[in-house]
């Protein structure tokens, strides 16, 4: 029974460093967010909102690349998109997170578990 | 419309949209695809914000969430197996399938999930006995319940993992969170307490909803212009839900909003079904 509460007391206080992980990775990305907005707002506001057509990957906005090479140039719509892509790194890293954790616990299981599921996110991520 | 007053209107409807997602626990990715359609947006365009909007509420409700203790994170990170495959599945799809059978299938899977909010939680109390395969992956666990903890056991794990395979793909396909059918497998299948049930699905959605954002980011399906207002509006609107949740009276309000759930349902099955896509 120690054993047991002992346990659970360990996945508490990962369970609430996980959360405090997710809220400060979505404030964060939610701040660049509003920083690219304001930037293309300034930039693009008078100009007419079409989205009606679907265009693809022809942006640019799809690749890391293009992101980053947008976000260089200050263009406000790639900054959004740097803040979109922290966000999505914020539950990845929720998982990468859980696998130290759970290898700390000596919950060996659940290590692999969570890295089952990090590698599933990386192939959609990196490979897809 | 310019771009600002677009981005005014789009936030506006995301904060209502966050806001009664959160408020009602029926999340706001099934509302906001309909009402961005409705707004003009392309489906594909629509279903990519809505998905980036599901990463941030469940992350930012996460935290609130877990300090009371009720989530399992064995089962949640078990059952993500499941759900990043089925929203790979699903988001293969999408990038397949046309526009219009994504809306008819939104609108049927609109019309289930208010029929399931009508009685969301099985009865409260129920003893069922441990199973070896749930006792084996170490599922069952405990909650702080009326000043005590209370012990509860996991069954049907295949099962569960199944139906959760199904909520992925749904969420993969049409850019939700699949919340509904989520907690439907832990609570009906797995037969896991409600509030431990509802907890551990708003924190497995984020991490499902990842899984098939890396393929809506190459097919270029989130475009930041719209995706802008989308999630600030929703982001705002979800955190401002949730702290009022305690002390709202939401049962009215479930019935309406499952009442625009239905009509916005069968709006989107007429515009999937009769081409007025």
């Known amino acids: 029974m120690e054993m047991s509460t002992n346990e659970n007391w360990n996945d508490k206080r990962m369970d609430i460093l996980i959360g405090r992980l997710l809220r400060a990775g979505v404030l964060f990305s939610a701040f660049i967010v509003a920083i690219g907005g304001i930037i293309y707002l300034v930039r693009y506001g008078d100009s007419l909102a079409d989205y009606r057509v679907f265009h693809g990957e022809s942006l640019g906005f799809g690749t890391v690349e293009g992101v980053v090479r947008d976000t260089l140039a200050l263009r406000g719509r790639g900054i959004i998109q740097l803040g979109l892509l922290f966000l999505i790194a914020t539950p990845v890293a929720r998982v990468a997170f859980s696998i130290f954790g759970f290898a700390r616990e000596r919950d060996y299981l659940y290590a692999v578990v969570a890295a089952v599921v990090l590698l599933i996110l990386f192939y959609s991520l990196f490979f897809y | ?277």
């Open chain 2, 1 to 277: 419309m310019t771009v600002v007053e677009f981005s005014l209107v789009v936030c506006a409807g995301s904060v209502i949209a966050g806001f009664l997602g959160a408020l009602t626990g029926l999340g706001g990715g099934g509302l906001l695809v309909p009402m961005l359609i409705l707004l003009g947006v392309d489906i594909h365009y629509a279903i990519g914000a809505s998905l980036v909007s599901v990463i941030a509420t469940s992350s930012g409700a996460a935290a609130a969430y877990v300090r009371e203790g009720f989530s399992n994170i064995r089962i949640g990170m078990f059952l993500e197996i499941a759900t990043t495959t089925g929203a790979l599945a699903g988001a293969t799809l999408a990038t397949h399938v046309s526009g219009r059978a994504i809306a008819t299938v939104l609108g049927l899977v609109l019309i289930g999930s208010a029929y399931l909010s009508r009685n969301p939680r099985s009865k409260e109390e129920r003893e069922v006995p441990q199973d070896p395969l749930a006792t084996k992956l170490r599922m069952n666990g405990s909650f702080p319940d009326q000043g005590g903890t209370r012990e509860y056991n996991v069954q049907h794990v295949p099962a569960g993992f199944s139906l959760m395979f199904a909520a992925g793909a749904l969420s993969g396909l049409l850019g939700i969170g699949s919340g509904a059918m989520k907690v439907l497998a832990m609570d009906r299948a797995m037969k896991i307490p409600f509030k431990v049930s509802a907890t551990t699905s708003n924190f497995m959605i984020g991490v499902t909803a990842a899984a098939s954002a890396g393929i809506y980011l190459s097919r270029g399906y989130i475009e930041p212009g719209l995706s802008m207002p989308v999630m600030l509006g929703v982001l705002g609107g979800s955190l401002v839900g949730t702290r009022v949740l305690v002390k709202a009276e939401v049962k009215w309000l479930r019935r309406v909003f499952s009442v625009v759930i239905v009509a916005l349902g069968i709006e989107m099955l007429y515009k999937g079904l009769l081409g007025k896509l």
